[in-house]
């Protein structure tokens, strides 16, 4: 049995685009059946030799769900599958309160739980990530999934849990 990363996050900041970018997209495509349209949102990755399966919860959605019971069942999902948590915030409209209410989500676990702050695509916006200390969930990580640029140090922190 692999160990289990969740990722959570609000809509948009970025949560299938870090999937996307840290699954092996070759297989995510070989997998992928013609005619499924649905997000994929369960895949095997692997870092330096660690092997460990990925959910993207935000790919686990309810037809008429509120955004805020949404991100509760999403949390939830985390929480009880996961053994290593990535909360997923971007440095893009700075801290939003769907943002405080997964990191709030997030505190009866006590799984450990990764911050990371997408779509700090350059140094000006690395530098924005400081904010992201409020939420109480340790050191930010700014990473930007679409350029690839922290994703390593991510990882990193990620297998260093297992
Ligand atoms: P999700 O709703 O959390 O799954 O977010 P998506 O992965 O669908 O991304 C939402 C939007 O943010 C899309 O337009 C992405 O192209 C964009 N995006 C994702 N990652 C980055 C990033 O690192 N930098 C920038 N600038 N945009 C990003
Ligand atoms: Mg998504």
Avoid: C
């Amino acid at each position: 049995v692999l160990p289990v990363v969740a990722i959570v996050g609000r809509p948009n900041v970025g949560k299938s685009t870090l999937f996307n970018r840290i699954i092996n997209q070759r297989l995510a495509i070989v997998e992928d059946k013609p005619g499924v349209t649905r997000d994929r949102n369960y895949a095997q990755a692997e870092w330096m030799g660690h092997k460990f399966d990925l959910i993207d919860t935000g790919g686990i959605t309810w037809e008429g769900g509120k955004i805020e019971e949404e991100i509760r069942a999403q949390a939830e999902i985390a929480i009880e599958e996961a053994d290593v948590i990535v909360m997923l915030t971007s440095v893009v409209n700075h801290m939003t309160d769907l943002d405080e209410r997964v990191a709030h989500l997030l505190y009866r676990t006590k799984k450990p739980v990764i911050l990371a702050v997408n779509k700090a695509d350059n140094p000006e916006q690395r530098n924005d990530i400081y904010d992201f200390y409020s939420l109480g969930l340790g050191d930010p990580i700014p990473v930007s999934s679409s350029h690839g640029t922290g994703i390593g140090d991510l990882l990193d922190a990620i297998v260093d849990k297992f």
